[in-house]
């Protein structure tokens, strides 16, 4: 089964209206999660680095004000696009590292679309 | 920098044909190299993984891949393709304990 819930799989919002996506490990604890923005045809762009009980490391270009990433437990990381737009419509994934065990596992993925 | 490239991206097969998706890394130091699947409305599995012990890498469902420094690429292989094969195939390599995927490739399988 599935090591790495992520939730929604799919959301539709209002241009101008903030989502929470949230991802959690289920049976081990990651002190360290990834963001990645999937456009379509494209491949897998790392947004950020999200580390349990710090600030989330972002990768050049990707905005943190835009895109928050809170990763207060162990076992939870939340992205959370505030005033959504249209250009931010695209499929989101996250992973979660168990590092003792050296794995990476991946959510299912959100679909975000802004109308 | 650590980046790859995979090379085509969609490739189709007819089914029992061998399937070769192409990936090359560039990299100053040896990497760690991985393949990725991604199923319709699935997020991405691990295929199979190379961090510096054998070459030649075996994975889940009948693929495997070899590092070949000389050309420094990773290729995945399988050599007889079923249906159920067709997905988004992505090459990844580690950057700091980061992983910096490849465009992806799609691959087709035809009955």
């Known amino acids: 089964g599935a090591v790495v819930s992520q939730h929604p799989s799919r959301v539709i919002c209002k241009s101008g209206t903030s989502v929470k996506i949230e991802c959690r490990s289920l049976d081990f604890q990651a002190t360290t999660m990834f963001w990645y923005r999937q456009f379509p045809k494209k491949s897998l762009m790392l947004m950020a680095t999200s580390n349990e009980g710090s600030k989330a490391t972002y990768e050049q270009g990707v905005e943190k004000d835009k895109f928050l990433i809170n990763h207060a437990s162990l076992t939870l990381s939340t992205l959370t696009v505030t005033s959504a737009h249209p250009e931010d419509s695209s499929f989101y994934i996250c992973s979660a590292l168990d590092a003792p065990n050296e794995k990476l596992f991946f959510g299912s993925g959100t679909q975000l679309s802004v109308l | 920098a650590q980046s790859v490239t995979q090379l085509g991206s969609h490739v189709s097969v007819s089914e029992g044909a061998l399937v070769l998706l192409r990936c090359n890394y560039s990299?100053?130091?040896?990497?760690?190299l991985f393949w990725y699947v991604q199923y319709p409305n699935q997020g991405l599995q691990l295929l199979l993984k190379y961090t510096s012990a054998a070459t030649l890498v075996k994975g889940i469902n009948g693929f495997e891949a070899e590092f070949k420094k000389s050309e420094t690429s990773f290729h995945l292989t399988k050599p007889s393709a079923h249906m159920s094969d067709a997905a988004e195939f992505f090459c990844?390599?580690?950057?700091?304990?980061?992983?910096?995927f490849g465009q992806g490739t799609e691959l087709s399988v035809k009955p």
């Open positions: 990844a390599v580690d950057k700091g304990g980061k992983l910096i």
């Open positions: 990299s100053s130091v040896p990497p760690y």
